[in-house]
């Protein structure tokens, strides 16, 4: 059963560009949740899909959104980025409903550096 | 909100020894579900081991086990038989069950050295 797939791996972007974030879920997975980890903050949550919906959301600026397609693959975007936006990203895949509470299941991360 | 703190920054063992990590957190509610997870180099967040807030007895996942007091709102993991490959970032993180939107509110972390 193939894991949590994060891509790309590494990224580097300038200040005020874009940027888009990949992740495709276990297979039948149906929630995706998104985590910041810096050094100074730790992991904090950004927001979780489920089936399409934003269902939670962190306290994070609105220049961070995602969206779920209906194959459960999740993107996430940061618009006009800022040198404090390098971080690793981690998504999280679970079914979704209470079997979440079993555990996520994390991918390898997305390391973003913003010059 | 839920806090989770974490007290001991790093902490090292020895090849074969035991280790205990400290995780304490702050919460009104009374379900909830607490984890472990376990970070290394490679980054990837795996779980270690969770633990219920309704169950008295603490999980244990082969060699690694918790002391959940809820009263004290404290949930240690002690590793025993430490190995090489425990060398990691250790996660304490806190889940409220009592909806249905679910999300993970992490302490700072302990970095964990096995040394040989």
């Known amino acids: 059963k193939a894991g949590v797939t994060q891509t790309p791996r590494y990224l580097i972007k300038t200040r005020g560009q874009q940027v888009t974030l990949s992740c495709s879920p276990i297979s039948g997975h149906r929630s995706v949740s998104w985590y910041q980890q810096t050094p100074g903050q730790g992991l904090q949550f950004l927001f979780e899909y489920f089936s399409e919906t934003q269902r939670n959301k962190g306290n994070f600026p609105g220049r961070f959104s995602g969206r779920q397609f209906s194959n459960s693959r999740s993107e996430m975007n940061v618009s006009t980025l800022e040198l404090g936006d390098s971080a690793l990203y981690l998504c999280?895949?679970?079914?979704?409903?209470?079997?979440?509470?079993?555990?996520?299941?994390f991918g390898s991360g997305t390391r973003l550096t913003v010059v | 909100a839920q806090t989770v703190t974490q007290s001991q920054p790093e902490m090292s063992v020895q090849e074969a020894e035991t280790v205990t990590l400290s995780c304490t957190y702050d919460?009104?509610?009374?379900?909830?579900?607490l984890f472990w997870y376990k970070q290394p180099p490679s980054r990837q967040m795996i779980l270690v081991i969770r633990?219920?807030?309704?169950?008295?007895q603490n999980a244990t996942e082969n060699r690694f086990s918790v002391n959940f007091q809820k009263a004290a709102k404290s949930f240690s993991l002690k590793i025993s038989d430490s190995q090489l490959g425990d060398t990691a970032m250790y996660f304490c993180a806190f889940m409220f069950s009592g909806g249905s939107n679910y999300k993970l509110t992490f302490g700072k972390g302990t970095l964990l050295t096995v040394n040989p």
């Open positions: 633990q219920e807030a309704y169950k008295q």
């Open positions: 919460t009104s509610e009374n379900n909830y579900y």
């Open positions: 999280a895949s679970s079914p979704g409903g209470i079997s979440t509470l079993y555990g996520y299941t």
